[in-house]
């Protein structure tokens, strides 16, 4: 089994940065893309941004292009999203989640991911 954890969320004002973190345990050897999903109050999850096993490949939607940034660091089994320039639409529960392909392809839809955290709070005040 493989455990995800998110950290790094909390209260910011509108145009301020915060950086969360995914830190995987487990049988990681097992998981190889990640992303980044998030649910607003009163609104489905949505995918926002995924990456590769590799980091090679990165997707973002149009909504997070330009201030959002995934990177990961697999020596310490952590994914991170860099968000910058955050707006109150921004305010959600961040999950992230890992899939089992070794794939170069980045994976938008939630029923693709295997292994999801228990979500940490981004609330972006105006």
């Known amino acids: 089994q493989v455990q995800l954890v998110e950290s790094g969320g909390g209260l910011v004002q509108a145009g301020g940065s915060l950086r969360l973190s995914c830190a995987a345990s487990?049988?990681?050897?097992?998981?190889?893309?990640t992303g980044w999903f998030r649910q607003a109050p009163g609104k489905e999850r949505e995918f926002i941004t995924g990456?590769?096993?590799?980091?090679?490949?990165?997707y973002y939607v149009d909504s997070v292009r330009g201030r959002f940034t995934i990177s990961r660091d697999n020596a310490k089994n952590t994914v991170y999203l860099q968000m910058n320039s955050l707006k109150p639409e921004d305010t959600a529960v961040y999950y992230c989640?890992?899939?089992?392909?070794?794939?170069?392809?980045?994976?938008?839809?939630?029923?693709?991911?295997?292994?999801w955290g228990q979500g940490t709070q981004v609330t972006v005040s105006s």
């Open positions: 989640a890992a899939d089992v392909f070794r794939s170069s392809v980045v994976r938008v839809l939630d029923y693709q991911y295997n292994y």
């Open positions: 487990g049988r990681t050897s097992t998981i190889y893309g």
């Open positions: 990456i590769n096993w590799g980091g090679g490949s990165t």
